[in-house]
């Protein structure tokens, strides 16, 4: 029990140390916590994985914005619990600046990212791929470059960590460009997918095979079956609490693919989907750009702005609630008014040249 004279922060310190070691011999144990961010397609299906994920039997509502949740494990009978922490960005890469909030120098070492990529949709994909990797490395880069100076320990760890996605005697060591955290790639809605012409199907599952392995990434295929489903739960449950990685792997382009990180090649991949002649014509600098313009020769791309296009959630009539939508309209006209007194104002204003 504590004492009346005990500090707040004392009593605190004390009942952690009293849950991590549940069985009062003194012996420590660590407590599991990591940070799992969930971004992609607009309505690929990113809520639905995280609800049977952490086994909620909940109705998956749209994501507005940036949304939080978490889940906690036990990795044994009387253990204390491991905690996961769960964000989700909304609106696809409409709102992509928000990435800067759940990636901290705080957590940056426990944090992992999900891309979820909607198969059905494969003229959108590599664009929403590249913006928001993108977008989250070049956050990241930011992170090591301040750590570099106030903790360079830390940053050195994270880049060794990021180099050690693969082998180093894995023959493609040097030829690829690995993610600065780690990284799960999941394609959405393969029940869609699966219905689409063999080649079509062909050239999105070697494209995304190809950008897993160059980004040190783990990829599977999901849809609404619950086989598949667990598959990638396996692989989130590695990344957000520890659990065997499973060694299994399916390549097998006629079937959903499931890759763990570093079981791949870019000799089982084979070159990109395209003859040797067209290849030959291409101007690259990078694998990585030939294959995006092989790609998108087959599945032109979306522009940027037609995926940042997003409707206002205030106009959305199932977010309607009268009392708030009337004092919006209020405050709404009360700055239509200063604007147009302010207008007037400026121009009435007499400037002295002098």
């Given at each position: 029990?504590?004492?009346?004279?005990?500090?707040?922060?004392?009593?605190?310190?004390?009942?952690?140390?009293?849950r991590?070691?549940?069985?009062?011999?003194?012996?420590?144990?660590?407590?599991?916590?990591?940070?799992?961010?969930?971004?992609g397609?607009?309505?690929?299906?990113?809520?639905?994985?995280?609800?049977?994920?952490?086994?909620?039997e909940?109705?998956?509502?749209?994501?507005?914005?940036?949304?939080?949740t978490?889940?906690?494990?036990?990795?044994?009978?009387?253990?204390?619990?491991?905690?996961?922490?769960?964000?989700?960005?909304?609106?696809?890469t409409?709102?992509?600046?928000?990435?800067?909030?759940?990636?901290?120098?705080?957590n940056?070492?426990?944090?992992?990212?999900?891309?979820?990529?909607?198969?059905?949709?494969?003229?959108?994909?590599?664009?929403?791929?590249?913006n928001l990797?993108?977008?989250?490395?070049d956050?990241?880069?930011?992170?090591?470059?301040k750590?570099?100076k106030?903790?360079?320990?830390?940053?050195?760890?994270?880049?060794?960590?990021?180099?050690?996605?693969?082998?180093?005697?894995?023959?493609d060591?040097?030829?690829?460009?690995?993610?600065?955290?780690?990284?799960v790639?999941?394609?959405?809605?393969?029940d869609?997918?699966?219905?689409?012409?063999?080649?079509?199907?062909?050239?999105?599952s070697?494209?995304?095979?190809?950008?897993?392995h160059?980004?040190?990434?783990?990829?599977?295929?999901?849809?609404?079956?619950?086989?598949?489903?667990l598959?990638?739960?396996?692989?989130?449950?590695?990344?957000?609490?520890?659990?065997?990685?499973?060694?299994?792997?399916?390549?097998?382009?006629?079937?959903?693919l499931?890759?763990p990180?570093?079981?791949?090649?870019?000799?089982?991949?084979?070159?990109?989907?395209t003859?040797?002649?067209n290849?030959g014509?291409?101007?690259?600098?990078?694998?990585?750009?030939?294959?995006?313009?092989?790609?998108?020769?087959t599945?032109?791309?979306k522009?940027?702005?037609?995926?940042?296009?997003?409707?206002?959630?205030?106009?959305?009539?199932?977010?309607?609630?009268?009392?708030?939508?009337?004092?919006?309209a209020?405050?709404?006209?009360?700055?239509?008014?200063?604007?147009?007194?302010?207008?007037?104002?400026?121009k009435e204003?007499?400037?002295?040249?002098?």
């Open positions: 029990m504590p004492k009346a004279g005990d500090a707040l922060w004392d009593i605190a310190l004390a009942e952690v140390e009293k991590e070691s549940p069985d009062g011999g003194g012996k420590r144990v660590e407590v599991w916590e990591k940070s799992v961010l969930f971004v397609s607009k309505n690929g299906g990113k809520t639905t994985i995280i609800l049977r994920c952490l086994e909620r909940e109705i998956p509502k749209p994501t507005l914005a940036l949304e939080y978490f889940g906690r494990r036990a990795r044994r009978h009387n253990a204390p619990k491991d905690i996961a922490h769960f964000w989700e960005l909304g609106g696809g409409s709102l992509q600046e928000l990435i800067r909030i759940p990636i901290t120098s705080n940056i070492r426990s944090f992992a990212v999900v891309l979820v990529l909607d198969l059905s949709k494969p003229n959108e994909l590599w664009t929403t791929m590249e990797l993108q977008a989250i490395r956050h990241v880069n930011k992170i090591l470059a750590l570099e106030t903790n360079p320990e830390v940053a050195t760890e994270i880049k060794q960590r990021m180099r050690n996605s693969l082998q180093k005697d894995h023959p060591y040097e030829l690829v460009d690995p993610f600065p955290i780690p990284l790639i999941i394609g959405s809605k393969y869609i997918f699966h219905e689409f012409d063999s080649e079509m199907r062909k050239t999105v070697k494209t995304l095979r190809f950008i897993s160059y980004y040190g990434a783990s990829l599977v295929f999901t849809s609404k079956s619950e086989a598949l489903q598959k990638a739960r396996v692989l989130i449950n590695h990344l957000a609490f520890g659990y065997e990685r499973s060694k299994s792997v399916s390549v097998d382009h006629s079937k959903p499931f890759i990180a570093g079981l791949d090649s870019l000799s089982q991949i084979g070159p990109p989907p003859s040797d002649s290849i014509k291409m101007r690259a600098n990078t694998p990585l750009e030939l294959w995006k313009k092989v790609f998108e020769k599945f032109p791309p522009s940027f702005y037609d995926l940042q296009a997003t409707k206002d959630p205030g106009q959305d009539s199932q977010y309607a609630e009268h009392e708030v939508d009337v004092m919006r209020q405050k709404k006209q009360e700055l239509e008014q200063y604007k147009r007194n302010a207008s007037k104002s400026w204003m007499d400037f002295d040249p002098d």
